[in-house]
């Protein structure tokens, strides 16, 4: 159950993701004027939207899901700063649920994929055998 729960967990991460690099791909507008908006270049929409994309399709498939899922929630702290404004509720409740995102990536990060992932077949582990995710380096 334990391993069904991490696929679930890892699904729903990346879909978050897989979202953001829709929405950056399809309309860039609303996060070029976010940053511009804050003094900074536009162009880093770009690099965002294609690490959004590698970095979901990476949960999902459990490819590196210790690094993948570190790198992801630095990126989540560190864009939850677009989204300090105390005077906007709006702005602060995104704030907190990029922490809380990074709190998710920082715990897949420490426990790895679990048994569906691209690394247990690496390992050679079957998919369907017996008994409870193992956590620590065996299921990274």
Known sequence: MADVAVLVGRALI?????????QKAIDPAPAMALLTGLG??????????LFNLAA???????????????LLALYCMVTSVFHLVPSDPWQ??????????AGGCLCLSAHGAGRFSVAA?????????????QTGEGNR
Do not use: D, E, T
């Open 92 to 101: 602060m409740s995104i704030f907190v649920k990029n922490w809380a995102i």
């Open 40 to 49: 900074l270049p536009a162009w880093p929409v770009w690099p965002a939207a």
């Open 121 to 133: 077949l690496q390992r050679g582990a079957p998919p369907l055998r017996s008994g409870r995710m």
């Open 14 to 22: 990346a879909l978050l993701f897989l979202a953001g690099a829709a």
């Open 56 to 70: 979901g399709l990476a949960l999902i498939a459990g490819w590196r899901v210790p690094v993948v899922a570190a």
